[in-house]
């Protein structure tokens, strides 16, 4: 026989060879098979532990399906079947929960807010509403009927029997209101007899003590305006002679004419040829003014100099000014004029020889219009 085909390996030849040659062929044809299973065997295991050992990035394949079918998977989304149904899932519930509600309750914090986040809300109604009257019960639960006939001001009225009140029968008129017999005769004169609507006056027929022929313009007594001040005529311009007795002159006020009492500094700054301010002060230490007239107040400006404040300010800064300073018995004083304004004049005190000095009697007048 021949030897094998791929690796050579001796067969048993045919019979008639001796059997131990041929017993031998055999030893040697198993050896060799053996050292060739080996070999192969060995290849094989380190085949497997290079595969083992060897990766790829899954991106580094090539012939990659590009489809969720193409890898065998049937039954499974895409990412945009699951973009869209999740997307649809939600928005399915939140409307289902929202059920049309208005923009302002569409949130759980819009309706906290709204239950002014009382977690307690429909207990905090309940009792509300357990403190409220029924309207079944047409007023009759409420627990002080006394105070709130008093609180809608109805009064004693309220209460009272019907009986006490006109009835349609009777025309408006109960037994018990007013009779025509209480109402005097100025319940029953004719129209004429009263003042007219849009009257500006009194007529002095209709007016005790004054008649028409008591002089011109008798007739108007007085006009009310709008504004509810009278307006009055002069009734005599005939002036009184000196009278001790009068003590009001009254003063025209310009913005709407009507005569007020007047205040002194009024009259003194309407006359001519009087005051218009004077003051009497101690120059010395602190100011102190000891009696004035349309003084306000007096600033010390520094050793004799003195700033006079006017209560009501002059018409204008051309009035004259006079007056005098002394009280210091070693020496006489002298009293200039440093400047003049219509809301103050300034002056000094000065010693004989001229000095400014602080001097504790000093009087000032100020005339003008």
Same mark, same amino acid.
């Given at each position: 026989?021949?030897?094998? /085909?791929?690796?050579?390996? =001796?067969?048993?030849?045919?019979?008639?060879?001796?059997?131990?040659?041929?017993?031998?062929?055999?030893?040697?044809?198993?050896?060799?098979? $053996?050292?060739?299973?080996?070999?192969?065997? $060995?290849?094989? %295991?380190?085949?497997?532990?290079?595969?083992?050992?060897?990766?790829?990035?899954?991106?580094?394949?090539?012939?990659?399906?590009?489809?969720?079918?193409?890898?065998?998977?049937?039954?499974?989304?895409?990412?945009?079947?699951?973009?869209?149904?999740?997307?649809?899932?939600?928005?399915?519930?939140?409307? %289902?929960?929202?059920?049309?509600?208005?923009?302002?309750? $569409?949130?759980?914090?819009?309706? /906290?807010?709204?239950?002014?986040?009382?977690?307690?809300?429909? /207990?905090?109604?309940?009792?509300?509403?357990?403190? !409220?009257?029924?309207?079944?019960?047409?007023?009759?639960?409420?627990?002080? !009927?006394?105070?709130?006939?008093?609180?809608?001001?109805? @009064?004693?009225?309220?209460?009272?029997?019907?009986?006490?009140?006109?009835?349609?029968?009777?025309?408006?008129?109960?037994?018990?209101?007013?009779?025509?017999?209480?109402? @005097?005769?100025?319940?029953?004169?004719?129209?004429?007899?009263?003042?007219?609507?849009?009257?500006? /006056?009194?007529?002095?027929?209709?007016?005790?003590?004054?008649?028409?022929?008591?002089?011109?313009?008798?007739?108007?007594?007085?006009?009310?305006?709008?504004?509810?001040?009278?307006?009055?005529?002069?009734?005599?311009?005939?002036?009184?002679?000196?009278?001790?007795?009068?003590?009001?002159?009254?003063?025209?006020?310009?913005?709407?004419?009507?005569?007020?009492?007047?205040? =002194?500094?009024?009259?003194?700054? +309407?006359?001519?040829?009087?005051? !218009?301010?004077?003051?009497?002060?101690?120059?010395?230490?602190?100011?102190?003014?000891?009696?004035?007239?349309?003084?306000?107040?007096?600033?010390?400006?520094?050793?004799? !100099?003195?700033?006079?404040?006017?209560?009501? %300010?002059?018409?204008?800064?051309?009035?004259? +000014?006079?007056?005098?300073? @002394?009280?210091?018995?070693?020496?006489?004083?002298?009293?200039?004029?440093?400047?003049?304004?219509?809301?103050?004049?300034?002056? @000094?005190?000065?010693?004989?020889?001229?000095?400014?000095?602080?001097?504790?009697?000093?009087?000032?007048?100020?005339?003008?219009?």
């Amino acid at each position: 026989m021949s030897d094998t /085909a791929n690796y050579n390996w =001796p067969k048993p030849r045919t019979p008639g060879a001796s059997q131990i040659v041929e017993i031998q062929r055999v030893a040697t044809a198993l050896d060799q098979a $053996d050292a060739k299973a080996k070999e192969i065997s $060995d290849a094989l %295991a380190a085949l497997n532990a290079a595969y083992d050992a060897h990766t790829h990035a899954f991106g580094d394949l090539t012939g990659k399906p590009s489809t969720v079918a193409g890898f065998g998977i049937t039954d499974a989304y895409t990412k945009s079947e699951i973009n869209t149904k999740v997307a649809n899932d939600i928005d399915a519930a939140i409307n %289902a929960l929202i059920n049309g509600s208005p923009g302002a309750l $569409d949130t759980l914090q819009e309706l /906290a807010t709204a239950m002014g986040n009382d977690p307690n809300f429909a /207990a905090t109604v309940t009792n509300s509403l357990a403190t !409220k009257v029924t309207k079944s019960l047409n007023l009759s639960d409420i627990p002080d !009927k006394s105070a709130a006939r008093g609180n809608l001001g109805l @009064g004693s009225a309220a209460t009272a029997s019907v009986s006490s009140f006109a009835t349609a029968a009777q025309g408006g008129k109960a037994d018990t209101a007013v009779q025509p017999g209480n109402l @005097g005769s100025a319940a029953f004169a004719a129209a004429s007899s009263f003042l007219g609507a849009g009257a500006k /006056a009194v007529d002095a027929d209709k007016v005790d003590g004054y008649h028409a022929s008591a002089g011109a313009n008798a007739n108007t007594v007085a006009v009310r305006n709008g504004s509810g001040y009278l307006y009055a005529t002069i009734f005599n311009q005939t002036y009184a002679s000196t009278n001790s007795s009068i003590h009001r002159i009254l003063t025209q006020n310009s913005s709407d004419g009507f005569l007020r009492p007047s205040t =002194p500094d009024q009259v003194n700054s +309407v006359l001519p040829g009087t005051a !218009k301010a004077w003051v009497n002060f101690n120059g010395t230490g602190s100011v102190a003014i000891r009696d004035s007239f349309n003084v306000s107040s007096i600033t010390d400006l520094g050793t004799g !100099k003195y700033r006079i404040n006017f209560a009501s %300010a002059m018409p204008n800064a051309n009035y004259a +000014v006079c007056g005098s300073s @002394g009280g210091d018995v070693a020496t006489y004083g002298n009293l200039k004029t440093e400047a003049q304004y219509t809301s103050r004049v300034e002056v @000094g005190t000065h010693s004989s020889q001229g000095a400014d000095k602080d001097l504790p009697l000093v009087s000032v007048i100020i005339m003008g219009d």
